[in-house]
């Protein structure tokens, strides 16, 4: 048995207008200075004037002699045979004015609209005849008249859509990547297209100093310790003449040269005359406060 104010069709779209059903206020429709009153699937809230069974009235009109019915509420939903929406359709309203034997009835066509995230309101369209009208038709937008489809449905349609953006994702890639190897790589045949170009890895090789055969594992470049010079001085360290590049030892290196004339710079001071002289010429000023001969501050170790 199907839900109350529900509708399920025979390839499994569902509508469910059962949350329009207000239990706080009706939903009016107001033309100029009438108002339409209706609720959806329940009775009317407000208060009614000289109407039999209240309870049961699913939509009014308020008038001075008595409130106007449109309609006995029930929970039956209908399809539009025009537009294959959903209607709610009340009958067994209030007779009508130019013919007692009618009864008023109303029918409320649904759109789906999932813009508008609240529960909407009916709007007037038409009305028959158009002089003391009987037969009202109204139109209610709202999210709520939306279709909803079993889980079942839903889950191959989430396939269907991550299927279709993945194809599009490749198609993407693949277009994007040959456009690139023909027009700013340069290349033609099947050489553009990405799945038939796998570039080359190849890693560089590098000459061993010992045997001259090729080596993949780095060069750092190599030191060569020259004699030490006769005689003393200082060992001097240069960059190796067979490396391809300079490196570190190239640019610090240190010349024959230079080392010989530091080496005359240092022995061309000597230090031990200098702590001599430094000791005679204080002890040539005289004596000191006391009378003796002032020593000089590094006298005892220049006699060691």
Avoid at 258 to 277: F, S
């Amino acid at each position: 048995m199907a839900s109350p104010c529900t509708l399920t069709l025979d390839d499994g779209t569902h509508y469910d207008l059962s949350p329009l059903g207000s239990a706080k206020a009706d939903y009016v429709a107001q033309v100029g200075e009438t108002s339409y009153n209706l609720n959806i699937c329940r009775g009317v809230v407000g208060e009614l004037h000289a109407v039999e069974d209240p309870d049961t009235v699913g939509g009014y009109v308020r008038k001075d002699d008595g409130d106007f019915v449109l309609g006995r509420v029930h929970t039956n939903l209908t399809m539009s045979p025009m537009t294959n929406e959903p209607m709610y359709v009340i009958t067994d309203g209030s007779a009508c004015p130019l013919n007692p034997d009618a009864k008023a009835s109303t029918a409320i066509r649904f759109i789906c609209s999932p813009s508008d995230f609240n529960a909407g309101k009916p709007v007037l369209v038409a009305t028959l005849p158009p002089q003391d009208p009987c037969h009202f038709y109204f139109e209610w937008r709202s999210h709520v008249a939306c279709p909803t489809n079993p889980k079942s449905s839903l889950e191959s349609g989430h396939y269907i859509a991550f299927g279709a953006i993945l194809a599009i994702a490749i198609l993407t890639w693949f277009g994007g990547h040959t456009l690139y190897n023909r027009f700013y790589l340069g290349r033609r045949g099947a050489a553009q297209f990405p799945l038939f170009h796998i570039p080359k890895i190849s890693l560089p090789t590098f000459k061993s100093q010992s045997n001259g055969e090729s080596s993949t594992g780095p060069k750092w470049g190599s030191w060569r310790r020259r004699s030490q010079r006769s005689g003393g001085g200082y060992t001097s360290v240069r960059a190796d003449e067979n490396d391809e590049e300079e490196g570190f030892a190239g640019r610090f290196s240190l010349d024959d040269d230079e080392l010989d004339a530091d080496a005359e710079d240092l022995t061309g001071v000597n230090e031990t005359n200098a702590w001599r002289n430094q000791g005679a010429s204080i002890g040539a000023n005289g004596d000191g406060a006391n009378g003796k001969k002032n020593v000089g501050v590094h006298q005892g170790l220049v006699d060691i």
